[in-house]
T-cell receptor, first 112, second 113 residues
Framework: RKEVEQDPGPFNVPEGATVAFNCTYS??????FFWYRQDCRKEPKLLMS???SGNEDGRFTAQLNRASQYISLLIRDSKLSDSATYLC?????????????FGSGTRLLVRP | DTAVSQTPKYLVTQMGNDKSIKCEQN?????MYWYKQDSKKFLKIMFS???????INETVPNRFSPKSPDKAHLNLHINSLELGDSAVYFC????????????FGPGTRLTVL
């Protein structure tokens, strides 16, 4: 079983749509959680951290359910520029060090 | 003002050759990392250094050897390149080893023929 699992997509949505991505993680010792964004042929960049109480940054809302080991990202009013791969990431204490564990990403295509 | 830079951006080489990738960060961070992203886009940690000390050494072939001459630089040397080494290699840095946010370099696309 992968440590961080995501639906690879692609999610193909029209501009203005609301889209949600989900992610599950297997390591119950995971300490912190993130969504990173990766554009085609570019490096990953932090989109937002994910807190237990849920948090929002503009059109983006992230939720964490520690009991179910489940993380979500909601994007409202999708823009063409949102097209990218969204990586679910957990920071866990493993083998005597903290490590970021990346999911393989969910691809989003926003069409005009 | 590039925060994390890598050279070269593209590297095409023959099987069996030895090559190096260089990484530099000007953020003043203590911790640097090497990741490998394969053709399935799966990003996996290879090594991490904190203040020039190796703290993460994942199960990678010993043909891969990282070197950190100072805390702003982390280089990756690969001996006897194999076809399966073809991937994008990303360098990253963070303020400390327990810091969550990592800043990635632009990547080095390695193709082994």
């Amino acid at each position: 079983r992968k440590e961080v699992e995501q639906d690879p997509g692609p999610f193909n949505v029209p501009e203005g749509a609301t889209v949600a991505f989900n992610c599950t993680y297997s390591n119950s010792a995971s300490q912190s959680f993130f969504w990173y964004r990766q554009d085609c042929r570019k490096e990953p960049k932090l989109l937002m951290s994910v807190y237990s109480s849920g948090n929002e940054d503009g059109r983006f809302t992230a939720q964490l359910n520690r009991a179910s080991q489940y993380i979500s990202l909601l994007i409202r009013d999708s823009k063409l520029s949102d097209s990218a791969t969204y990586l679910c990431v957990v920071n866990a204490w493993m083998d005597s060090s903290y490590k970021l564990i990346f999911g393989s990403g969910t691809r989003l295509l926003v069409r005009p | 003002d590039t925060a994390v830079s890598q050279t070269p951006k593209y590297l095409v080489t023959q099987m069996g050759n030895d090559k190096s990738i260089k990484c530099e960060q000007n953020l003043g961070h203590d911790t640097m990392y090497w990741y490998k992203q394969d053709s399935k886009k799966f990003l996996k940690i290879m090594f991490s250094y904190n203040n020039k000390e190796l703290i993460i050494n994942e199960t990678v072939p010993n043909r891969f050897s990282p070197k950190s001459p100072d805390k702003a630089h982390l280089n990756l040397h690969i001996n006897s390149l194999e076809l399966g080494d073809s991937a994008v290699y990303f360098c990253a840095s963070s303020p400390g080893e327990r810091t969550d946010t990592q800043y990635f370099g632009p990547g080095t696309r390695l193709t082994v023929l």
